[in-house]
């Protein structure tokens, strides 16, 4: 068995027993994005918190940026003059299957809530920043603030109370769909039926779908019509905890060159 | 109805920064690491405490105890250092208690904090023990204690950071290890070389020459076995790092050898080679920053992983 099978989300959510629910997450269908950032604003508003100031970074319309610990959702702008068109595309935290994040947070702040999501308990979490550098999609990261690290809670609060996450709530277009994964799941199978009929969106995919990537799929997946480096995205993310077992080994090795060779060193009469 | 495929020649306004198709204007895809200068100075700290503790150990066995006393007193001090570094890394400071809140093996820094903990208890306890207690026997099995988690304690490091995103980190995983290895060795070599007396001082010159050799070899096989990804090793602060590291290991060996009988020779030499260990630990965590900040490095190594189909799918 894998280290990490025991932090997969279907493990993890059967820990709850009765509370359990059936794992939720977004589709995000990017063809329907219109770069309102309606979403971004959605986030920043329902969750408190601060705002990204007055950056200008002349990439066309983007001025977020990149997600970060307080900013929750980020729009891409992808202008493709040669191809006639324009590529927007809603990011958030992809709240994965294997999640590279809470396998190596050493304090448990990290945790998989009872809907397969992955949060930080922000009064456990001591700022250490080993999520950052782990996370294969750049989303997490540390405050400077407060000191510990944020990201996108696909609303925990509002799952609680049936609530649909602010995000896909303030989307006018239903390009941020929120619901079961498995229905996701089979509504964005056919949407990409639809959209490869298209002869101009015939390299459509749907990235992270699951479960054959490197991070045993996601709980938020994308419908794509370019290549995810062109969106900032990892063509191939892993969540390395799924090579620690090796990792240790060659550290093993390691450990047995230090006492072996301290003790050859050591060789010889005393003086 | 279709406008968007009519346009046949559409113009792009001059100052517009055209994304490329190989990333995001050039954005990075990863976060790099946050972490501060206390970090590869523990990373440093920590090995050579490591090191320290299995010579000690082997130093009293042989009777050489007064090399055991100058290794005993060398991971005292670092059991001390070790956690005051790693709590001003921490966001909120506070908390670092919580780092033993659970006991997690997914995570290499959970693991880590335990054998920290668990080895600054032998160490002490042996102190204890020995000079407070005056019950050697109790002391002796704290000392095997401290030599069996001494050299986990010296490699975890190395597994903590190939367990990240970040390229040039992950992809060195299986040589990073006995890089660390090499630099806790020389580490503790050197101490025990500047502060124990002549007549015990051999075993010490031995693993600091050694390790300082073999850190600078295992490095460059890391280096080159990493290619397009090792780059940041030669360029912007970790090129520099890389290149203090060198000069200090070579001239560090070449001094202990020269003035092999000398003692100020021998202190010298010492410090040369601790700060080229140092060195190293500086210039991997900015090459983990430069390698995370470069999506060409993310892009490339992930598009080779997809194209040879070496990666094997997940259940």
């Not at chain 1, 059936?22 to 309102?36: S, V, Y």
């Not at chain 1, 729009?75 to 994040?101: G, Y």
């Not at chain 1, 996370?135 to 799952?159: A, M, N, Q, S």
């Not at chain 2, 900015?286 to 490339?300: I, N």
Request: glycine residues 10%; aromatic residues 8%; neutral net charge.
């Amino acid at each position: 068995m894998e280290l990490f099978e025991p932090t997969a989300a279907s493990a993890e959510v059967a820990t709850y027993g009765e509370r359990a629910q059936p794992r939720k997450g977004f589709f995000t269908d990017t063809t329907l994005c219109i770069g309102c950032k309606a979403c971004e604003v959605a986030c920043k508003e329902w969750n408190q918190l601060p705002a990204d100031g007055y950056a200008f970074t002349a990439q066309s319309y983007d001025n977020t940026g990149e997600l970060n610990g307080t900013t929750w959702r980020h729009v891409a702008f992808v202008e493709q003059p040669q191809k006639s068109r324009w590529l927007m595309e809603s990011d958030v935290c992809k709240h994965c299957t294997h999640a590279a994040c809470l396998d190596v947070c050493p304090t448990g702040a990290l945790v998989r809530t009872e809907f397969g999501t992955v949060i930080v308990q922000e009064d456990v979490c001591n700022g250490c920043g080993y999520c950052v550098p782990a996370c294969p999609f750049g989303v997490i990261d540390k405050r400077p603030e407060d000191g510990h690290v944020g990201k996108c809670t696909l609303c925990y609060d509002r799952l609680r109370d049936g609530e649909t996450p602010a995000c896909a709530k303030a989307c006018p277009t239903e390009s941020i769909q929120y619901g079961d994964l498995d229905d996701l799941r089979r509504r964005a199978d056919e949407r990409l039926e639809k959209v490869r009929a298209d002869e101009r969106f015939t390299d459509a995919s749907l990235y992270l779908r699951g479960p054959d990537d490197g991070i045993g799929g996601a709980g938020a997946f994308f419908l794509l019509l370019d290549r995810p480096e062109v969106y900032g995205l990892p063509p191939d993310p892993v969540d390395t905890t799924r090579d620690l077992g090796k990792m240790w080994r060659r550290a093993a090795y390691a450990m047995a060159a230090i006492v072996g060779t301290i003790a050859l060193c050591s060789v010889g009469p005393r003086a | 109805m279709n406008t968007l495929s009519r346009a046949s020649e559409p113009v792009a306004p001059e100052r517009a920064v055209q994304s490329s198709p190989d990333s995001y204007y050039g954005r990075p895809i990863l976060k790099p690491h946050v972490w501060t200068p206390f970090v590869p100075w523990y990373f440093w700290i920590g090995g050579t405490t490591g090191a320290a503790c299995v010579h000690g150990l082997i130093a009293r066995i042989r009777g050489d105890d007064e090399l055991a006393e100058v290794q005993r007193w060398v991971a005292f001090g670092g059991i001390v250092t070790s956690p005051v570094l790693l709590i001003l890394d921490l966001g909120v400071r506070h908390r670092f208690l919580n780092m033993l809140r659970v006991f997690k093996p997914t995570s290499p820094m959970s693991v880590g904090s335990w054998v920290l903990s668990a080895l600054g208890a032998a160490v002490t306890g042996s102190l204890v023990a020995d000079k407070v207690l005056g019950a050697p026997a109790l002391a002796r099995v704290c000392d095997v204690a401290a030599a069996g988690l001494g050299p986990v304690l010296t490699t975890y490091t190395a597994v903590l950071v190939s367990n990240t995103a970040t390229p040039v980190w992950h992809e060195a995983h299986a040589e990073l290890p006995l890089v660390f290895a090499s630099s806790g060795i020389a580490g503790a070599g050197a101490c025990a070389t500047a502060f124990a007396p002549a007549a015990q001082r051999r075993s010490a010159r031995r693993m600091m020459i050694a390790g300082a050799i073999a850190m600078g070899v295992t490095a460059r096989e890391m280096e080159k076995r990493l290619g397009v990804l090792g780059e940041p090793y030669s360029r912007g602060t970790a090129g520099a790092f890389k290149r203090a590291s060198s000069m200090l290991a070579l001239s560090g060996v070449a001094l202990a050898l020269i003035g092999r009988s000398s003692t100020l020779a021998n202190r010298v030499a010492a410090l040369l080679v601790a700060g080229a260990g140092v060195c190293e630990r500086f210039a991997v965590l900015d090459a983990g920053k430069q390698s995370a900040e470069g999506p060409k490095y993310v892009v490339h190594q992930q598009r080779e992983t997809l194209q040879n189909g070496e990666r094997k799918p997940l259940r």
